[in-house]
């Protein structure tokens, strides 16, 4: 995932080995940015696997 450093909207993306960010689909962002960054998707997390211990 990656968010639009313009308007912060999250999009489906991919990293590339030259650390580019690309989105999936579309050339930008809907607000013309072109720049985006990977989202901390810490906040996502799912919680932890009690089998895991």
Do not use: H, K, L
């Not at 968010?3 to 030259?18: H, M, N, T």
């Not at 689909?25 to 720049?35: L, N, V």
Request: charged letters at 25%; glycine letters at 14%.
């Amino acid at each position: 995932m990656a968010v639009c450093e313009e308007c912060g909207s999250v999009y489906a993306a991919r990293q590339w080995p030259d650390g580019t960010i690309r989105v999936i689909g579309q050339e930008g962002c809907s607000c013309g940015a072109t720049r985006f960054e990977v989202a901390d998707d810490s906040e996502g997390e799912s919680p932890p696997d009690p089998n895991t211990g």
